[in-house]
């Protein structure tokens, strides 16, 4: 059986810019359909997923993925006629009848009706199965559940928004997913995140990592009563959100006009134009009473329930401070929290959850999301030699790890770009910026000078998977490979390992074994023998506010432009 899923809607942004222009004006990202995205699987495997803005270049797209569908018929060597089912990541169908208002009307009808998406694929493809709509949270659940090492489980899917629902609880049994509670929109954690994210001056829906970052360096108390106000929390697991009720008309809820007026009120400033030791503070407040709300309503299901494994998905699920403070709390035996939350990771999902229901679970544990496009070899020399590049060809794979290795341990910074590209936000070893981690200096050189951004944002530490229990928090066989768990530096690697450790001690470290990532351990263990260290600082392959870089040509002309040492790209050094 061969199945589609697609993440993304018919051009929700042009709609509201064009109804809304004032409201839209900037970068606006309040808005559904973004991250848009496609994959492939067939008999239960995953055969190809990317992003659309992988191919446009437009950082978290929300236009409609037709790049990312043609990618990954290309892979499999289909047409959409091909295909058994094409799903999609939003179900809108089912609430047609809530949107009575002219103005709403129109906005289900050309953004979200189920029957347009259908229209916009035969457009393009010609005849194709029917699209079957698939529940927003239902995707994200079979986005986390295909890659998860356990099928019994409570889940908990958590984004900003849904069909109707923000917050969603499974149950998970083997074959069976039943559904616990569904919270609504108006107790939306992820809104109201991302709305205190918008009141600091960074962008909804886009820069909360930053707050993340930077709540480690605020002092959570200055803020906590406003928090504690903002985020009430309640019997059996329920909670309460005042602000978000604040919304009158259509418009108003779109954009949460009253309930950003009320965070401004409540807090008193203007954000934006706060001193950063005061957005801090702001920061590290809400990151405590989101975490603590999180909290409540796991552990509220987990007592109902007798779970013991912890399923995290949707956009919340990749604040790793929260899902490291449930991993540490000791109540689970394991929280496992998927490699695409996103809902990039909903294209996926939205073909997992309907292979599940045909009878066809996909179960890829451990497996890497190496889903995307490869560099190939002849293409990336000659675009090499148009620039004017130095290139060395290697006769083997290992041997160009090797020799990225040893340049990383003179202490140069480069770039791997090798192998399919991962799929979902994190750079995992093929689409990665490397440098050593026991060098203070590396952290402001590649987040000021490299990627120019925030010079407190943390970098993210890769490990042997056999070795990381010796550096970091973590017990002999803990495994994280997809870089979505904050855990602790031992306390002897803290100053060994500066250029990794974040302000409060902590990194959001990547597991990398030698049977699901051999590449990347390859480089790591040869990079181990040069340093004693099998550790380097891995971050994404991209400079600020761009996506990760997907063809020959963007490998090439990021590093033109970061001015990193060496690009290692199918079996090439390309230098200067």
């Known amino acids: ?12 942004e042009g709609f509201l810019r064009e109804q809304f222009p004032q409201r839209m004006a900037g970068e606006s990202r309040i808005v ?4 848009s995205a496609a994959a492939l699987i067939h008999d239960g495997r995953i055969i190809a997923a990317a992003a659309q803005e992988r191919f446009d270049r437009q950082k978290k797209s929300g236009a409609f993925p037709f790049d990312a569908i043609d990618y990954c018929l290309r892979i499999a060597g289909m047409s959409l006629g091909d295909l058994d089912a094409v799903c999609g990541n939003f179900d809108f169908g089912r609430y047609e009848l809530i949107f009575r208002e002219p103005i709403a009307r129109d906005y289900f009808e050309r953004c979200l009706s189920p029957r347009r ?3 916009l694929l035969a457009a393009r493809y010609g005849t194709g199965p029917d699209f079957t709509p698939i529940d927003h949270h239902l995707g994200h659940l079979h986005a986390a559940l295909a890659s998860a090492p356990f099928d019994h489980c409570l889940g908990v899917v958590m984004d900003a928004a849904g069909e109707i629902g923000s917050t969603s609880v499974y149950r998970v049994e083997g074959g069976s997913v039943r559904r616990l509670a569904r919270y609504p929109i108006h107790k939306s954690l992820g809104i109201f995140y991302s709305l205190v994210t918008q ?11 930053k707050v993340m970052g930077l709540a480690s360096f605020g002092n959570p108390d200055r803020y906590a009563g406003f928090f504690a106000s903002s985020i009430l ?7 309460d959100i005042p602000c978000l009720a604040l919304n009158e008309d259509f418009a108003d809820r779109l954009f949460f006009t009253g309930s950003m007026r009320a965070i401004e009120q409540g807090l008193g400033f203007r954000g934006a134009e706060a001193p ?6 702001v920061s590290a407040a809400l990151q405590r009473r989101f975490t603590e709300a999180v909290f409540h309503i796991c552990t509220h299901f987990a007592d109902r329930t007798g779970a013991r494994n912890l399923l995290l998905s949707g956009g919340c699920a990749e604040n790793c401070m929260t899902a490291g403070a449930l991993r540490d709390s000791g109540r689970f035996e394991h929280v496992y929290v998927a490699y695409a939350s996103g809902d990039d990771g909903t294209a996926l999902g939205a073909a997992a959850a309907h292979s599940f229901a045909m009878g066809r679970p996909v179960r890829i544990a451990g497996q890497m999301p190496f889903f995307g496009p490869a560099p190939r070899r002849e293409t990336a020399t000659a675009i090499a030699a148009a620039r004017g590049l130095s290139v060395t060809a290697f006769p083997s794979e290992e041997q160009m790890l090797d020799a990225a290795a040893a340049e990383v341990a003179r202490d140069g910074i480069v770039a791997l770009c090798n192998g399919r590209m ?3 936000a994190r750079a995992l070893g093929n689409r990665s910026l490397l440098a050593l981690p026991s060098n203070a200096a590396n952290k402001d050189r590649i987040n000021l000078a490299i990627k120019k951004r925030q010079n407190y944002r943390p970098f993210a530490p890769a490990v042997t998977a056999e070795d990381a229990h010796r550096y970091f928090d973590l017990r002999p066989g803990e495994s994280y490979p997809y870089m979505t768990m904050l855990t602790r530096l031992r306390p002897d690697y803290v100053d060994r390992l500066p250029a990794v450790a974040h302000v409060d001690g902590t990194a959001r470290v990547q597991t990398v074994d030698a049977e699901h990532n051999p590449a990347f351990h390859r480089f790591l263990s040869s990079l181990g023998g040069l340093t004693g260290l099998p550790v380097v600082l891995n971050t994404s392959y991209n ?5 990760i870089v997907c063809s020959e040509e963007e490998a090439i002309d990021t590093f033109l432009e970061m001015g990193i040492d060496a690009l290692y790209m199918a079996g090439l050094r390309i230098s200067r």
């Open 32 to 35: 559904q359909g973004l991250d």
């Open 233 to 239: 929390l309640g019997d059996a697991g329920q909670i």
């Open 276 to 281: 950063i030791e005061q957005k801090a503070d």
């Open 422 to 424: 991962e799929y979902g």
């Open 543 to 547: 400079v600020n506010q761009q996506p």
């Open 117 to 119: 998406i259908q229209g």
């Open 199 to 209: 009141f600091l001056g960074y962008a909804f829906n886009e820069d909360e990592y």
């Open 1 to 12: 059986m061969a199945i589609l899923g697609i993440s993304g809607l018919a051009d929700v």
